[in-house]
């Protein structure tokens, strides 16, 4: 009742699961963006994609036995997806079997222009995406369609991705062909797919990287943005595998490494959705 009062309880949903609390939902989001508007020259003109790999679940189940109603932050996915298509880049939304995209719609800046009109021209393949298992088990092998990896960041990520064989092949492939890889936030968390086979050597070990910090996730259940603490820590595990990370703050951090490019948090997507365009314009131009 005393977390209620103060707005620190999280809150239910109809479907029994839990949203933000009142308070943290006013420190954590926001209705307008700082997406800055960046006009590219020299735009793309040509036909590869960029294969955004989303989420298709929503409930976590946290180490109380509540669950969070999560999914991808919609920050992280859409102002990264703004600066890419103002830089000519296209961009194919594939779940793990094609169901629906899950979304964190209690993070959407609901009074964004920019934010909004991104998410209606996409609006229909965020609800009939692309089946990456038809793809790594049809067409992966003899693609050329992809320049770039992005997977955008939001607890949801945590949910199956890791642990999901082919995500685990589309890392691989995708390192092989010397595609870019672009995860933000809690995103970096899918990597661990691509040590499924742990008789190899993590093809990220020695690798530098921005992400959510482990322990702003054990801080978070105090103001109720989780209704609990996290099962397991993405970050841990990364590090034991041979990840450095080059922040320690949930904050504007980004990083290039060779080419996987990271951001740190919500506070990082302008920048990091700058850079990913950038670089991959970059890229094209050699």
Request: proline share 5%.
């Amino acid at each position: 009742m005393f977390k209620k009062l103060l707005g620190l309880a999280p809150q239910p949903t109809k479907d029994g699961t839990f949203i933000p609390s009142k308070l943290a939902l006013k420190l954590a989001t926001s209705d307008q963006t700082d997406f800055d508007g960046t006009i590219y020259q020299n735009t793309y003109q040509g036909t590869k994609k960029i294969l955004m790999l989303c989420t298709e679940e929503q409930n976590m189940t946290m180490a109380n036995g509540t669950k969070f109603s999560t999914g991808n932050h919609p920050v992280e996915m859409l102002l990264p997806m703004l600066h890419l298509k103002n830089a000519g880049f296209d961009v194919d939304i594939y779940t793990p079997t094609g169901e629906s995209v899950k979304i964190e719609m209690w993070a959407m800046p609901q009074k964004d222009e920019n934010v909004q009109k991104i998410y209606s021209a996409y609006q229909s393949q965020f609800e009939n995406p692309k089946s990456l298992a038809d793809f790594v088990q049809n067409t992966m092998n003899d693609s050329d369609d992809y320049m770039a990896i992005f997977i955008p960041g939001g607890h949801g990520a945590m949910l199956g991705l890791p642990e999901d064989k082919n995500v685990s092949q589309l890392i691989h492939w995708s390192h092989k062909k010397d595609l870019y890889m672009m995860a933000i936030c809690h995103a970096p968390a899918v990597l661990l797919a691509a040590n499924l086979d742990n008789d190899k050597e993590f093809i990220y070990k020695g690798y530098k990287m921005a992400a959510f910090p482990d322990s702003v996730d054990k801080q978070t259940p105090m103001i109720g943005y989780m209704p609990g603490h996290l099962t397991w820590k993405f970050g841990e595990k990364l590090e034991n595998l041979g990840i450095t990370f080059v922040n320690k703050k949930a904050d504007k951090t980004c990083y290039i490494d060779r080419k996987l490019i990271t951001g740190a948090s919500p506070q990082a997507a302008n920048n990091f959705g700058k850079l990913c365009a950038e670089e991959l314009l970059k890229s094209v131009e050699k």
